[in-house]
């Protein structure tokens, strides 16, 4: 933790931190007040004065370094991640990887993404010129993450900004903020200077001060709609960037490879007990393989394995608190109450909810609508890829969306007319590699992350432009 929240540590209460799994204490956190949020931004304006200073080959060097760390302590941050949030412990284990990766990732995008010539002498009127244009940075970036990913997500909004030369205040969700801070100790003891990187962490109140500042020039968000909403509200005049979540659709063509298609719908549909803005919600499957894929899928899903998630058999770890269980749990009731059918799960204890499969539900209740964020699924029978497409482009928000066939001109096709932000064919929508653009499509969706569109994001152009110099 930072100096800065070290001194405010001293006279503001704590936050505990406590598995989802069985409430026990994992650590704590100061509770920042709204209060503090001025002096926390004076503090980045210092740190984006030392930040834009730095040379790119240091800044390289100090997220490889990072990354370095990251891999060497891979084990710890993924026991770390398990424990306030839940995901189970294979599960963490990638997201450790995936956070080494988009450090590296970042460390290439500050060495080569610098700018480029302009060719003034292109257009009539400008032959006497020569110029370029380089990227600078943007300042101040306040970064706020949630806890589905909170490791990796916080990896995609300090790496980027490091590499544009900035400053950020980091406001990580108060439920798994342990991780956050672990990377950020990783950072400077790589060499990154401690006011480059500043850790908020507190409550909506805070954050709603730190996105209101005036220094603040640019507000990166990952949550949902609502707080999305409340941001962009508040916020102001300044840059917005926001991952704000999806209802993805994965059509299943017959032409399939049925054993293939429902390992990865599985996968996709539960990975982090379904506690993720590409995992699979609606699978829309040609008629002709309904029942054989019906079958196949529930039975596969009752395979998975529910419970501790620092397990390394468990497949299914608890949801991030009680409270979001019981939510799923109220959305299934209120889709079975208007016709839906049950195939499999609806079984909850305390925050673990079972992994469950509906059919025939009601296409204006929430949880064909809605976003559901958790292990549920919806099967649904479809008569031609024409329908597939209709259903799968019903919601105003989308991220990622799928399709599986064997058919090169139907996947073609598909993948023109799905409006997401990602069509992953022959994959579940939940497939993202971290150097790909990664956002959403239509309500509420702006800006890409994927370490190079984010640092582009995080940057802003300045011409140089030089008049007079001549070659002969």
């Given amino acids: 933790m930072n100096s800065l929240s070290l001194s405010i540590a ?24 709204a209060s503090s949020a001025t002096t926390i931004v004076d503090t980045a304006i210092l740190g984006a004065l030392i930040a834009k200073d730095l040379p790119r080959h240091e800044r390289a060097c100090i997220l490889e370094q990072a990354a370095f760390s990251v891999e060497r302590d891979k084990d710890a941050f993924a026991r770390l991640i398990v424990a306030e949030s839940g995901k189970t412990l294979k599960q ?35 032959e006497s010129r020569q110029g370029w ?22 990896a995609h909004k300090l790496g980027p900004a490091i590499a544009g030369g900035n400053a950020v205040v980091l406001k990580p969700s108060e439920l798994t903020p342990l991780s956050a801070i672990k990377l950020v100790d ?58 704000l979540g999806g209802n993805a659709p994965v059509i299943v063509m017959a032409d399939c490879d049925l054993t293939e298609t429902v390992d990865a719908c599985v996968s996709g549909a539960f990975w982090a007990a379904g506690q993720n803005c590409i995992g699979t919600q609606r699978i829309l499957i040609e008629a002709p393989l309904y029942e054989a894929f019906k079958t196949r899928f529930v039975e596969k899903t009752s395979q998975l394995i529910v419970g501790n998630p620092a397990d390394d058999q468990t497949d299914v770890g608890p949801m991030i608190t009680e409270a979001s269980a019981k939510h799923a749990e109220d959305v299934v009731n209120d889709a079975i109450a208007k016709g839906a059918a049950l195939l499999f799960g609806n079984v909850r204890n305390g925050s673990l909810y079972s992994p469950t499969v509906l059919e025939s539900v009601d296409r204006h ?6 976003e559901v964020f958790s292990p549920v699924v919806i099967l649904q029978s ?16 989308s991220l990622h969306a ?14 023109k007319r799905l409006e997401a932000g990602g069509v992953m064919i022959n994959d579940s929508s939940d497939y993202r590699f971290d150097a790909m653009p990664f956002g959403g499509f239509k309500y509420g969706s702006m800006g890409r992350e994927g370490v190079r569109f984010a640092y582009e994001d995080m940057t802003q152009p300045k011409v140089v432009c030089i008049n007079g110099v001549s070659g002969n």
């Fill in 10 to 33: 001293a006279d503001y209460k704590a936050i505990t931190v406590r598995s989802p799994f069985d409430g026990s204490k994992v650590g704590e956190v100061v509770d920042i007040p």
């Fill in 133 to 154: 244009f380089t990227r600078e940075p943007l300042g101040v970036i306040v970064a706020i993450t949630p806890y589905n990913d909170p490791l990796n997500l916080v």
């Fill in 382 to 397: 479809v008569g031609s890829l024409d329908e597939a497409l209709k259903l799968a482009n019903e919601p105003e928000y």
């Fill in 186 to 243: 990783c950072l400077i003891e790589a060499g990154l200077p401690p006011v480059v990187v500043t850790v908020a962490t507190g409550g909506a109140a805070l954050g709603k001060a730190l996105v209101a500042h005036r220094a603040v020039r640019m507000v990166s968000f990952t949550g949902g709609f609502v707080t999305g909403e409340q941001i962009a509200r508040t916020a102001g005049l300044k840059k917005l960037a926001m991952d």
């Fill in 402 to 415: 799928g399709i599986f066939t064997s058919n090169l001109n139907v996947a073609m096709k598909a993948a």
């Fill in 92 to 126: 963490a284990r990638k997201e450790v990887l995936r956070c080494v990766n988009t450090l590296k990732l970042s460390a290439e995008e500050a060495k080569r993404n610098a700018g480029e010539v302009i060719p003034f002498d292109a257009y009539v009127g400008s």
């Fill in 365 to 370: 209740c929430k949880l064909w609508c809605e």
